[in-house]
């Protein structure tokens, strides 16, 4: 999970997505310092709650298809993990379906 999130803060970095890349880096700082914070952050509205949410974001051109990608793959890692949310997996089927479609 850690290495998904990091690639998706680097994303982020390089789109231009300051705050998003800041709950993503956090979301690594937290990731072995504290496991309860981490899971609040990981599973909350800043990461897939609405408008400026991490998964909002827009990236331009392969970037767009490889975030979709990252954020389906963190989704699944959440579900197997056992911090999976309804919305996390509701965004997850969103992003595979444009994915599948050629639409990122």
Same mark, same amino acid.
């Given at each position: 999970?850690?290495? *998904? ?11 231009? +997505? #300051? /705050? ?14 504290? #496991? ?7 599973? /909350? ?9 991490? +998964?909002?974001?827009? #990236?331009? @051109?392969?970037? @767009? ?7 389906? /793959? ?7 993990? @056992?911090?999976? *949310?309804? $919305? ?7 992003? $595979?379906? +444009?994915?599948?479609? /050629?639409?990122?």
């Amino acid at each position: 999970m850690i290495e *998904t999130l990091r690639e998706l803060r680097d994303i982020l970095i390089r789109q231009d +997505w #300051p /705050g998003q890349a800041e709950i993503v880096d956090r979301l690594i700082q937290l990731h072995d310092s504290d #496991p309860e914070a981490f899971r609040q952050l990981l599973q /909350g509205v800043d990461m897939w709650g609405g408008s400026g949410a991490v +998964w909002e974001v827009n #990236p331009l @051109g392969t970037e @767009g298809k490889r975030f979709g990608q990252l954020i389906v /793959g963190l989704a699944d890692e959440m579900q197997a993990a @056992g911090l999976g *949310t309804v $919305r996390s997996q509701q965004i997850a089927s969103t992003f $595979r379906s +444009w994915l599948a479609k /050629g639409l990122l």
